[in-house]
């Protein structure tokens, strides 16, 4: 099967995450949304409200992968320095984008759009607008980067609007097999080698923990549906043998 | 003032979080943790369980930052990889940690003790262990990395156990001034020029939506106790002028 691979970051940008005043939905929302529409999340950083870190982890990402999306400093604080740090980036010009300009307009009474609001307009040249239907200001797209509000509830929805410019590659086929209270340390050898040997799909082991006890659930994913039913299919097998073997004859 | 500062960054290693069938709870857990003991969290990233991946971020990371705290890829199973790629990462050998073995021989039944479960006692040679309350196998420190498990309960032990050997700064003093539903962008431009004028203290704004409505917390850090508690007056000063402008006279 030929299978078409399509990239992303998430960059989180905030003192707020790393401060722990404000726990990060942004990273889980995106990764699992991405999967949903064949796109692969590679790898998430959340950096400082400082621009050359904004700079340096954004230069490094957009180089790397198809898409980078930007969650957080879009508002017209003084600490919202988001689209500034974007345009160094690319080492563009920014200025007000008359569309962005003319949106706000349409969506602040005159009195409110101060020059702090105005601030929110502000975009690199050739920027290209994700609108936000929760809120006045819209985020932007520039080159292969994203840059959206931190906010859930905004993000979500420029998320929404976002998506639908992307370029999706082959969706993951995802099968999750429960392994009940059976220990990781007792499959873990006949898991390894049905990995080993069925290297068109990712197998990953995950347990998790509550009440004093462990259960786990084994995870196979792969592009093609039939390799992924078939690496099931042996994991099914291979638990099954394990529960019998546990049983008393 | 003089401060101390000691600064952390987090790299979380695990596919399943990148795939969004997992959400990440130990970033903003370990963030919360460090700021309480006065570790500055610094930066966080989240890579996939690729050995070039976890070394190149964590070569990246540990020389950057004062300590590294690794979560996830310890478990017994072929696609827990943590350990031999911090291995790789600092040039070490890998083998059995007798010390790690001899704990883990106390805790298993020697039946249980399989040689998947023989692999978590492999470390880089020099590593300390780390140990681990909820179950048999240990963590490990190697230079300023810290390696601990993925699963929640289980890191949380680490970490406690991790965090007496630290070196810690000065705490940050932080206050939590609530701004209601007064908008961001009616208080933007005295809270900048609050900020420009106390650089001793950094201020955020933080809107959170629910139900149709923003509201919005600042909140000032810093070193100095005092420094925070004039940044804060002078916050909740501003606020004050705002909110008695908008009564009617």
Redesign the interface.
């Known amino acids: 099967m030929s299978a078409k691979i399509v990239t992303a970051a998430v960059l989180v940008i905030g003192?707020?995450?790393?401060?722990?005043?404000?726990?990060?939905?942004n990273?889980?929302y995106i990764?699992?949304?991405?999967?949903?529409i064949g796109v692969?999340?590679?790898?998430?950083?959340?950096?400082?409200?400082l621009e050359e870190?904004i700079v340096a982890a954004l230069n490094a990402l957009r180089a790397r992968y198809d898409y980078v999306f930007t969650t957080g400093g879009i508002?017209?604080?003084?600490?919202d320095i988001t689209a500034d740090a974007v345009a160094k980036a690319f080492g563009l010009a920014i200025d007000e984008d008359p569309r962005a300009l003319a949106l706000m307009r349409q969506r602040y009474k005159s009195d409110?759009l101060?020059?702090?609001?105005r601030?929110m307009a502000r975009m690199p040249a050739g920027a290209e607008l994700i609108d936000n239907p929760?809120?006045p200001p819209p985020g932007f797209r520039i080159g292969n980067v994203f840059v959206m509000a931190g906010?859930?509830?905004?993000m979500q929805a420029m998320l929404d609007t976002a998506a639908k410019t992307l370029d999706t590659g082959t969706k993951?086929t995802?099968a999750?097999i429960d392994a009940g209270q059976i220990p990781?340390?007792?499959?873990?050898?006949p898991?390894?080698a049905i990995?080993?040997a069925r290297g068109e799909t990712?197998?990953?082991?995950?347990?998790?923990?509550?009440d004093g006890s462990?259960r786990n659930q084994i995870?196979v994913?792969g592009r093609d549906p039939a390799e992924v039913a078939a690496t099931r299919a042996a994991v099914e097998t291979m638990l099954a043998e394990i529960r019998a073997a546990a049983k008393p004859a």
Do not use: Q
Not at 31 to 36: D, P, Q, V
Not at 75 to 79: A, V
């Open positions: 003192d707020e995450i790393l401060s722990g005043r404000t726990k990060d939905r990273i889980g990764a699992e949304y991405l999967a949903g692969d999340l590679r790898e998430a950083r959340v950096v400082p409200d870190e508002g017209p604080t003084h600490d409110d101060n020059p702090a609001r601030r929760v809120s906010v859930p509830a905004v993951m995802v999750t990781e340390g007792r499959y873990a050898a898991l390894g990995a080993a990712i197998i990953g082991s995950y347990p998790s923990y509550a462990f995870v994913r």
